[in-house]
C-alpha cells in the first residue's frame, strides 16, 4: 500500500463567516461590530439612533448631525480580551479503502476492502485561547453648515471576526484561522426637515480582507494505518479582498424637547473577495495554488431607538435591532485553475434581534454616568456551528462615564462584560479520492472522514476610551 497516491479528493472546508473573532464580542451576533461610540457602548448601546451626544452620530443616525451645535470630531477605540473554555470534547477519525482487480475483460472485477478503519480520537490539544486581543478603533466628524444643514465624515469597523487555533489543535481539520476585517469611509448629510424632524443620507465605501486556514490529513499515511498527526498534515490557506459601496439612512423626530426617536437603515454590501488558494505538501496535488474567489454579502440592519429625559438630570433610553443575516447561506470558494467549486460549507443563519435598555445621569454639568443591558440573539443554529465561529446568544452589562473638563472637551470611558450562552459545536468532514498502482491493473479508492464535537463558553471583556472635542 505504500505506492498508492490518493488524488482528487474532494476538500470542503469552511470560513465559518470567513468572518478578528474577539471583535464579534464587541456588539452583535454573527460578525457584526459595534463598537463605533464608546457613549453608547456605556448606555449598552440603548438609543444608539436617538441620544444626539457627539460626532459619532453620524454613524448612530446620520439625521442626528443637524442637531449638533457645533462641528466637532470624536476619535476612540473599545480594546477587547476574550475567554473561551472548551470541555468535553470528542472526536474519531477513520480511513477505508477499496481495491478493484479486473483480471480478464469478460470477468467482473475483484473488490477487496483495505485500510484501518477506525482510528479513534484525533491527536490534538483544547486549549481555549483562539481569541487574539483586539482593538477596534474608530474616528467621526461633523460639522453644521446652516441651521439646518450638516455634513460629516466617518471611518470606522462595522463588520470583523478572527479565530486562531493551534496548529495542534484537536479540530484543526474543520478550521485554524479565520479573519475578516471591513473597514469603512462614510461621508454624510443630514437636513432639517421642520424644527422637530430631520434626515440623513451616507454613502459607505467598504473595505473587505478576509483570510481562512485549515489542516488537513495524510489520508495515504491514514490508509496504511498511520494514525493523522500535527506533523504529518498538510494546509489549506485562501485570503481575498474587494472593495465595494453601500449606503446609511436616518430618521431623527423629537415629539417634545424631552422625547427623541430614532430610525436608521443600513444597507448590505455585496464583495466579491479575490484572492489566492495556497496549499502545501500532498495537497498540492489534488489543490494546486490557483486564484480563488468568494462571494460575501454583509447583511443590512435596521434600528429604532428612544431617549427620553426623564428628569432633568437623568435620561432613559432603549433600542431595538434587526439584522438580516439569513443572507447568509453558505461560503462557498471558487477555484480560478479548476473552475469549479471546491470550497463550501453551509451556514444558514437566522435573521437576529438585540435587545437593549440604559440610562445616563448628570449629576453635575461636567460628569455623566451611564450604564445599560443587552441581550444579543446569535444568527447561528445548532445544525451548521462551527469551530470558527462557535457563538451563541449573549448577555451584556456595560458601564460608562462622561467627563467635560472644559466646554469644548468631553473625554469617554465605557467598559462591558459580555457572557455567552454554553453552547455545541458538532462537525463532520468527509474526504474521497481514487489512484491507480499496477499500471492500471489495481484501481483504488480511499476515504477518510473526520468528526469533532466540544462545548464552547465564553465571556469577554471590553474597555473603550474615546474623545471629543468641539470647535
Known sequence: ????????????????????LAANYAAAGGFEITAQSIGSQGTGHAGRS????????????????????????????????AYTEIDNVS???????????????????????????????????????????????????????????????????????????????EGRYHGTLTELSVITAQPTLSYRLTDRLSFGAGL???????????????????VNGTPPSPETDEEVQVSGDDDAWGYHLGLMYRPTDATSLGLTYRSSVEFELAGEIETTGFVQEMLPNQPGSLDLTTPETVNLSISHDLFEPLTLMASVSWTRWSQF??????????GERIIVEPQEYNNAWVYSVGAEYRPTNTLALRAGFAIDNSPTNDRTRS???????????????????LPNLTFDLAYTYITEKRTRVDQARTYQGSSELLAGL???????????????????????????YRF
Open 329 to 338: 447561506e453558505e461560503i462557498a470558494i471558487d477555484g480560478e485553475a479548476s
Open 50 to 81: 436617538s441620544n444626539v451626544a457627539d460626532a459619532t452620530i453620524v454613524y448612530g443616525n446620520p439625521a442626528g448631525m443637524s442637531f449638533l451645535n457645533h462641528a466637532q470630531v470624536s476619535v476612540g477605540g473599545t480594546g477587547i480580551r
Open 204 to 222: 459607505t465605501y467598504n473595505r473587505a480582507e478576509g483570510e481562512l486556514a485549515v489542516k488537513v490529513p495524510h489520508i495515504e499515511d491514514a
Open 91 to 169: 472526536s474519531n477519525f477513520s480511513a477505508d479503502a477499496e481495491g478493484s482487480l479486473s483480471l480478464l475483460p469478460f470477468l467482473p472485477p475483484l473488490t477487496f476492502q483495505l485500510g484501518p478503519g477506525d482510528m479513534g480520537r484525533v491527536n490534538g490539544t483544547n486549549e481555549g485561547d483562539m481569541v487574539p486581543d483586539s482593538l477596534i478603533p474608530y474616528a467621526f466628524y461633523a460639522q453644521p453648515l446652516t441651521d439646518r444643514l450638516s455634513v460629516g465624515f466617518g471611518v470606522y469597523v462595522p463588520f470583523g471576526a478572527r479565530t486562531d487555533y493551534d496548529d495542534d489543535f
Open 442 to 468: 489495481v484501481d483504488i479508492d480511499a476515504d477518510a472522514s473526520t468528526y469533532y464535537g466540544a462545548n464552547y463558553e465564553t465571556e469577554a471583556h471590553a474597555v473603550g476610551a474615546a474623545v471629543t
Open 387 to 405: 469551530v470558527r465561529v462557535p457563538s451563541d446568544d449573549r448577555k451584556l452589562y456595560s458601564l460608562g462615564l462622561g467627563w467635560t473638563p
Open 1 to 20: 500500500m505504500n505506492k498508492i497516491k490518493t488524488t482528487g479528493i474532494s476538500l470542503a472546508l469552511s470560513v465559518g463567516s470567513i468572518a478578528t
